[in-house]
């Protein structure tokens, strides 16, 4: 008997026994007490019978339970190997979506500035043509003032 509890007191790390007589017939109570997190590996074995039905059946039941018990502490580990892994990854998605974040905000920015600058620069460019158009009859305006007078006179419009 103790043989097979020592599987379950194994992957459990402490083990409750607990035996109550209830008339004739006897309750035992296997409780593990590890220190996991998760409830369902602390879920107890309840089993009452007779002490003669005990004797026959109690190490099956230990077996039975303690392989059930291994089957989910296994698959709890699992399941939290798999959750870190997620968590890990999600955590280096998630920073390499803030840097790429952080870098595309200046580059968008900078495309904004530029854009600025285009249309500054278009403003410019406007600039410079009204600049070349104004120079154009600036200049024609002292050769006209140099010479006869073959365009309007401004200061006369203007008077």
Do not use: C, W
């Not at 309750?27 to 409830?39: I, N, R, S, T």
């Not at 803030?98 to 600025?116: V, Y």
């Amino acid at each position: 008997m103790f043989q097979q509890l020592e599987a379950l007191v194994r992957t459990s790390g402490k083990l409750q026994l607990t035996l109550k007589m209830d008339n004739d017939r006897m309750a035992v109570v296997v409780v593990p007490q590890g220190d996991g997190k998760e409830a369902a590996l602390r879920q107890p074995l309840v089993l009452t019978a007779t002490p003669a039905e005990l004797d026959e059946g109690f190490v099956a039941a230990v077996i039975s339970y303690s392989s059930a018990h291994a089957s989910l502490s296994e698959q709890v580990a699992a399941t939290a190997a798999i959750l870190q892994e997620a968590e890990k990854s999600q955590a280096s998605k998630a920073q390499k979506a803030l840097a790429k974040g952080t870098k595309t905000a200046p580059a968008k920015a900078g495309q904004s500035n530029a854009s600025s600058e285009d249309e500054g620069d278009d403003d410019n460019d406007d600039d410079g043509q009204s600049a070349s158009t104004s120079a154009a009859p600036a200049a024609a305006t002292p050769a006209s003032a140099g010479g006869s007078s073959a365009g309007t006179d401004l200061l006369s419009l203007l008077g």
